[in-house]
């Protein structure tokens, strides 16, 4: 299920995890018990406590929602057998553990995009021939492959970076891919909607034609407001129609959770300080 009912109280967005369990118990301090949670992908890897992470998640039943992220998908795939470790993996504590085969199921069947109450939960970005009802449309597709018998098969086949753009008339792994593509890893692209894969920096180093996925003019996600991760050397970004919330919590940053508030203004802003897990310059 991938669109949500108004909840009375209005949840919270939490960032990248990438299995940052520690982290994620200082956050879940500071937030009513009760809070609605809603996790922007990436709930695994990298980090030191993958397996403690997506059980703690999963424990609070529907209080939280997650989209799933590239590091989750990865992990996916590599239980599979269809994608082999990273060396910078840090998943083996989910692949021997006892409840893996449960833990697998329900991130399978976790939502590629979300929407709810005018607010649009993706991991990564969104082009921007889409509108958000079209993103659900094609989140489901993919959805439907990742909780259908054949998700080892469409793992197999859905990991490259071509088609790099989107046109109507995609059809099977390629259209799927552009769709996990965009949503995954997306930060920048052309006005046309050609995305690059290689640059990972912040603002002042896009590629000559490239922009902030975010500021194409025109783009048809401007009605509503999208919350992401995934862009660490980007930061904490809070405006009108953009939440991005990846704040290197693996990379010794902070984890930020922001209240998902109709008037921006009450966009409450929760903060902890990370450990550093990982070495960006290694």
Not at 115 to 144: C, K, M, R, S, Y
Not at 183 to 202: I, N
Request: glycine share 8%.
């Amino acid at each position: 299920m991938t669109t949500r009912k108004a909840s009375q109280a209005s949840p919270y967005a939490v960032g990248d995890l990438q299995g940052c369990a520690p982290s994620l118990d200082t956050l879940l301090a500071q937030v009513h018990p009760e809070t609605p949670l809603r996790f922007v992908g990436d709930l695994i890897n990298r980090g030191p406590a993958a397996l403690r992470t997506l059980r703690t998640v999963r424990a609070m039943g529907i209080r939280a929602e997650a989209v799933l992220g590239n590091h989750d998908i990865h992990f996916l795939a590599v239980a599979a057998g269809v994608r082999k470790r990273g060396k910078s993996d840090t998943l083996d504590d989910i692949l021997a553990a006892s409840d893996c085969e449960e833990l697998l199921s329900w991130l399978r069947h976790r939502p590629l995009a979300l929407l709810e109450n005018n607010f649009l939960l993706v991991h990564a970005g969104v082009l921007p021939q889409w509108t958000a009802t079209q993103v659900i449309d094609l989140a489901q597709e993919v959805e439907a492959q990742l909780q259908g018998p054949n998700w080892q098969g469409f793992l197999a086949d859905i990991f490259g970076n071509t088609p790099d753009r989107w046109h109507d008339g995609l059809r099977g792994i390629e259209r799927h891919r552009v769709v996990v593509n965009a949503l995954t890893r997306l930060r920048y692209c052309t006005v046309d909607g050609v995305m690059d894969f290689k640059t990972k920096e912040g603002l002042g180093k896009a590629p000559d034609g490239f922009m902030p996925w975010f500021d194409v003019p025109g783009r048809r996600t401007g009605d509503v407001t999208v919350v992401c991760g995934h862009w660490s050397t980007l930061g904490l970004v809070m405006r009108p129609d953009l939440m991005a919330l990846d704040t290197g919590c693996v990379w010794g940053g902070k984890l930020t959770a922001a209240r998902m508030a109709a008037d921006p203004a009450e966009r409450t802003v929760v903060q902890v300080d990370c450990p550093q897990y990982c070495d960006p310059l290694a």
